[in-house]
């Protein structure tokens, strides 16, 4: 069975009132990572913002970047930066994928698809 990572973008959307994608995500038993967490409460435009999004959040399981995932991130980083522009927070989430097996949930295939042993799709919705 897979687990998913759903990326900022996902949850982007589901604070934007989409429904039917809040629905998917809390039935597949999702995970998020602590770059995903942060990046979701840096975008926020309030402390009130903030609140209701870290509330939300905590609903998911929460991996924290760990030695060998931060070592993986400085290899993709590395390979892929200059020839695929890779960014630092797209790097740790990928790499946090593949250290925990898991796939990554993206309406921006483009951020990933060239990782080689990645797994990732759209969300069906």
Same mark, same amino acid.
């Given at each position: 069975m897979k687990?998913?990572?759903?990326?900022t973008?996902?949850f982007?959307q589901? +604070?934007? !009132? *989409? #429904? /039917?994608?809040?629905t998917?995500?809390?039935t597949?038993?999702?995970v998020?990572?602590?770059t995903i967490y942060?990046e979701n409460? =840096? !975008?926020?435009?309030?402390? =009130?913002?903030k609140?209701?999004i870290?509330k939300y959040?905590? *609903?998911?399981s929460l $991996?924290l970047i760990? &030695?060998? &995932?931060s070592?993986?991130a400085?290899?993709?980083?590395?390979k892929?930066? *200059?020839t695929?522009g $890779?960014?630092? !927070?797209?790097?740790?989430i990928? #790499?946090?994928a $593949?250290?925990?097996?898991l &796939?990554i949930? &993206?309406?921006n295939?483009?951020d990933f698809k +060239?990782? /080689? *042993?990645l797994?990732?799709?759209k969300?069906?919705i």
């Amino acid at each position: 069975m897979k687990t998913l990572l759903p990326d900022t973008n996902i949850f982007s959307q589901i +604070f934007k !009132g *989409n #429904a /039917q994608l809040k629905t998917y995500i809390e039935t597949t038993g999702a995970v998020i990572c602590s770059t995903i967490y942060i990046e979701n409460i =840096q !975008g926020s435009k309030s402390n =009130q913002e903030k609140r209701v999004i870290k509330k939300y959040l905590d *609903n998911f399981s929460l $991996l924290l970047i760990d &030695t060998d &995932t931060s070592q993986l991130a400085i290899e993709l980083i590395d390979k892929y930066s *200059n020839t695929h522009g $890779l960014l630092l !927070g797209d790097a740790q989430i990928a #790499a946090t994928a $593949l250290e925990n097996d898991l &796939t990554i949930l &993206t309406y921006n295939v483009a951020d990933f698809k +060239f990782i /080689q *042993n990645l797994k990732w799709e759209k969300p069906p919705i």
